[in-house]
């Protein structure tokens, strides 16, 4: 199959991967057992997936730890294979590790290191000048430009030892951009780094996919990076989409509250606010109640009929709350299936 | 600035260069090795010291030896200096090994470890050729370097004197060696991926390849004779010193040909199984994650 | 062997104090089992250099029966350094029981690692004492590895019991087991106290190579001591090799033991070669114990 323009950069169709973990259990005698025989359990890292992403999209994956994000980007960069399913990369099957596509995509992942400790970066780069066949001058201007855009000019010549977090992370992001990618994945690559250098860095995306109009997978554990960069958010959990849409939408979907702020008059009587909802907090003169989505305009209606307001707020709740009230119940969804299994398997 | 593929672009671009030049990729891995061997350069004169004086030791075991006998195995041809022509030799192929393969193998098992093949199954290139040549241990060539003395200083001592046929088979039948030697290692490397890891990579190697280091004819005899076979045809470490030590230290005989033409062959064999295996282990590796 | 630092301890707190070291010695060992495929494998190939050292030496003794110079014992079999064909393979076959006992792969450089990348606090700041916690460690490693090294080591001395001319005597025997575990100890000691000298120099790794070095070539493992006596340590000096490496304490991890097992070690000499052995290991054990009490105290003084 030739791709496109037209037809979308990923596709993805009913993707799994499980893994099989030893069990060990406890105590000497179950050690000593364990080298004759054992106990394996299979872990769905990723359940059935379907998405399709279009050329140009930047896609922020959600999800708690081991939800199956890291999993999938690795599935898409061919690092692992599945164990059923289908995935299309510009039309490559990434694990067929075909060099046409690996010429065409880069993985970085910000809690692992491929540029040579010992060396300044400019070397490591060097190496893949050769390894993409990168032509000279191409080369230049692409290191130079990128260089530029992230301000690391003077550091080059340091041994990558000797970077910090965020300098290291910026030169994993050019020695993966050199070849001009046009499916870039990006594994948390603001982890561990302070709120100047998740600023720089996200600024860089956002320009850079500006600019190239590539297509970016991200995931992250910080809702900043998704704010500032994604308009579409894939949101995974138990290795299953949860949620595929923009970020506000989120908030209309899962959340079924507003939070109303009211800022009452100085000769306000005292009234028990929780008859109209749940109460968050009362530090006179506001109150901030939590009230069901529908019912918000009848109740303020009823608020400021019988009560003196001189202000009023409805906003939504904050979106990571929302989102991590998502991730406990999947992952109450979840361990209920766990052990409904698992009482079917005794049986 | 270009983006080079901005139109219909099949699965493959005409546009690029078709594969990577592994010779360059390999002479910057040469490069980079060196640059980082040399700014820890304490480090690197230590390494080799380390090196010689383990092959020192050696040597003096084998001086030992013969300071109580005139040859390893009575009628087998291996007198001192031709016994120091095969010591030469195993220095050679040892060297080549340990300068460029033992770093990238050990370095692989931590790998399938730790999470850090990632990379280099990400790159356009061979990730067979990319796992094997990464590092380079310039200081073990410091051995090599011995080798040539003790090889000289050996052969003038010897009263057989070979042709030019054997001057020229000699190096090709040493870079046999290494590559049945490399085989043999980057099937072990394979077999972290399925055990989990390999912590003992360098043990097993040293104990397999103890077999290479003295002559085949020693092992005769109901056990030896069987053990022979085994290591000459289905592990084949034995020829691996003693095909190209033969070649410079004896005069070859029909049978010595033979086995030297077979060991062209096990060569061939060997990086096609070890390649087979290493493509199969990295279907099986599950990338782990930390 | 692992200190008990207050020498008044009540009965309850040393049932305590085993108990800990009884749950120390278990995860160890399961810490051990849980590799199987790299310990099957591991405890296989650890066979293969002996089947080389065999065909090696039958080899020079082929040949030794062809040369003149070395001397024929009253049986009219040929010897070198005192040991007949079969005496040397039985010496070669028992030094690598030896070798099982007083070989600490990683114990030193575990150490020194451990000091360098400063993972050494834990013994600071849990009630847990380093020398004796590893101690544990190893015995379980050692554990692990008779357990299921036992069955091999068996066939192997079975197939070659050709070369046992006829069993030791009891007094025989009890020396080669005290020497095996006085082995052991030093081994233990001798290792930690190199691993420890880290906390001194940051990089020992040199250091460990020069005592691998050391240990592997003087400690009788690759040829009988005896073999060292023909060469003078310089030209025309009254010393031989032989004599300075018996000064040293390597002997005692693999030559030793196997040595008293076949008899080349006997009556006084075997009990002065066990006592300078213990005064060795107390030696060693005394000096890491004091190494290990003034690094610490080095180390929180300067810190990681």
């Given at each position: ?347 | ?147 040539i003395v003790l090889l000289s200083y050996s052969l ?135 | ?227 060292l006596d023909g060469f003078a340590i310089f030209p ?69």
């Open positions: 199959m030739t791709y496109n323009r037209s037809m979308p950069v990923i596709e993805i169709e009913n993707l799994s991967k499980s893994y099989r973990i030893y069990q060990k259990q406890e105590g000497l005698l179950a050690a000593v057992r364990g080298l004759f025989s054992r106990e394996y359990r299979d872990v769905e890292a990723v359940r059935s997936v379907n998405l399709t992403v279009e050329q140009g999209e930047f896609v922020a994956f959600l999800g708690p730890n081991g939800a199956g994000k890291t999993t999938t980007l690795k599935l898409l960069s061919g690092v692992i294979t599945p164990t059923s399913g289908t995935a299309r990369v510009m039309g490559h099957i990434p694990w067929k590790r075909e060099n046409s596509y690996r010429r065409r995509f880069a993985l970085v992942m910000g809690q692992k290191n491929q540029l040579w400790w010992d060396l300044p970066a400019q070397e490591s780069f060097r190496l893949h000048q050769e390894i993409y066949r990168i032509a000279p001058e191409q080369f230049d201007h692409t290191r130079d430009e990128l260089v530029d855009l992230l301000g690391v000019g003077k550091l080059l010549r340091q041994p990558v030892r000797e970077l910090s977090l965020g300098e290291r992370m910026k030169m994993e992001l050019i020695a993966a951009l050199l070849h001009s990618p046009e499916v870039l994945f990006l594994d948390e690559p603001t982890i561990g780094l302070d709120v100047i250098a998740q600023h720089n860095i996200q600024t860089f995306l956002r320009h850079y996919q500006q600019l190239r109009k590539i297509t970016i997978l991200l995931t992250s554990h910080y809702m900043k990076d998704v704010a500032a960069l994604c308009r579409r958010v894939v949101i995974i959990a138990q290795g299953q989409i949860m949620y595929d849409g923009s970020l506000s939408g989120i908030v209309d979907k899962f959340s079924g509250h507003k939070v109303v702020t009211l800022q009452l008059a100085e000769d306000h009587v005292p009234v028990d606010w929780s008859r109209y909802g749940e109460l968050l907090d009362v530090q006179s003169p506001k109150v901030r109640l939590k009230i069901n989505r529908q019912t918000v305009p009848e109740v303020l209606a009823h608020i400021l009929a019988n009560n003196a307001i001189e202000d009023v707020s409805v906003e939504d709740p904050p979106l990571e709350e929302v989102i991590s009230q998502v991730f406990t119940e999947a992952g109450a969804q979840a361990d209920a299936k766990d052990a409904a299994r698992q009482v079917a398997a005794t049986k | 600035m270009q983006h080079s593929s901005n139109t219909d672009i099949g699965t493959t671009a005409p546009t690029r260069p078709p594969r990577a030049s592994y010779r360059r990729v390999f002479l910057t891995f040469a490069r980079n090795s060196l640059i980082r061997d040399m700014t820890f350069r304490t480090n690197f004169v230590i390494e080799c010291i380390s090196a010689l004086s383990w092959m020192f030791m050696n040597l003096g075991l084998y001086l030992i030896i013969f300071g109580y006998t005139d040859s390893i195995g009575a009628g087998t041809g291996w007198g001192k200096y031709q016994f120091f022509v095969f010591l030469s030799t195993t220095l050679f192929i040892n060297s080549l090994i340990e300068t460029f393969f033992m770093p990238n193998t050990e370095e692989f098992s931590e790998q399938v470890r730790t999470g850090g093949l990632d990379f280099a199954l990400l790159k356009p290139i061979d990730t067979q050729f990319l796992v094997s040549f990464g590092k380079m241990d310039w200081s073990s060539l410091a051995n090599f370097l011995f080798a003038s001592r010897l009263e057989y004197q070979p042709g030019w046929i054997e001057f020229v088979l000699y190096p090709l039948y040493v870079l046999c060696g290494v590559a049945i030697l490399y085989s043999l290692m980057i099937a072990l490397a394979a077999l972290s991926v399925w055990l989990g890891r390999n912590q003992n990579l360098y043990d097993f190697w040293f104990y397999i390849t103890s077999f290479s280091r003295y002559p085949m004819e020693i092992y005769n005899g109901p056990l030896g004779t069987p053990l022979q076979k085994v290591f000459t045809f289905i592990i084949p470490v034995l020829i691996v010193v003693n095909v190209p030590a033969r070649i410079l230290a004896q005069p070859m005989t029909q049978p010595k040909w033979q086995l030297a033409v077979f060991a062209l062959g096990a060569t061939v064999a060997c990086l096609g199984a070890s390649r087979w295996l290493f493509l199969k282990s990295l279907d099986s590796y599950r990338s782990a994650s930390s | 062997m692992a200190t008990v630092s207050t020498p008044s301890t009540t009965p309850s707190e040393l049932s305590a104090r085993l108990r800990t070291w009884w749950i120390i010695l278990r995860i160890c060992i399961e810490e051990r089992l849980v590799y199987r495929g790299d310990f099957a494998l591991g405890t296989l190939m650890r066979f293969l250099p002996i089947v080389t050292q065999i065909f090696l030496w039958t080899a020079v003794y082929s040949s030794v029966q062809t040369s003149t110079e070395t001397a024929a014992d009253p049986a009219g079999q040929q010897t070198v350094a005192g040991f007949t064909r079969d005496e040397i393979i039985a010496y070669f076959l028992l030094t690598m029981v030896a070798r099982a006992f007083s070989s600490m792969p990683g114990l030193a450089g575990g150490i020194a690692r451990s000091i360098r990348d400063g993972s050494i606090k834990k013994y600071i700041t849990q009630p847990v004492d380093m020398l004796g916690f590893l101690l544990l460690s190893r015995i379980a490693h050692k554990l692990v590895y008779y357990t299921v090294a036992t069955l091999p080591f068996a066939l192997v001395f079975y197939l070659c019991r050709g070369y046992f001319q006829e069993l030791p005597s009891a007094e025989i025997w009890v020396a080669f087991i005290a020497s095996l575990f006085m082995g052991f100890a030093l081994g233990y000691y001798l290792e930690s106290l190199l691993g420890m000298i880290g906390f001194w120099f940051l990089e020992v790794s040199s250091l460990l190579f020069v005592y691998m070095l050391f240990s592997f070539f003087l400690s009788g493992h690759m040829f009988p001591i005896g073999m025309g000096s009254s010393w031989s090799w032989g004599d300075l490496v018996r000064i040293l304490p390597f002997q005692y991890l693999a030559y030793f033991p196997a040595a008293i097992f076949v008899g080349k070690i006997q009556g006084d000499e075997l009990v002065r070669g066990l006592a300078i052995e213990l005064c060795w290991v107390l030696m060693f054990m005394a000096l890491s114990r004091i190494a290990y009490h003034r690094g610490l105290r080095r180390y929180s003084a300067f810190g990681g």
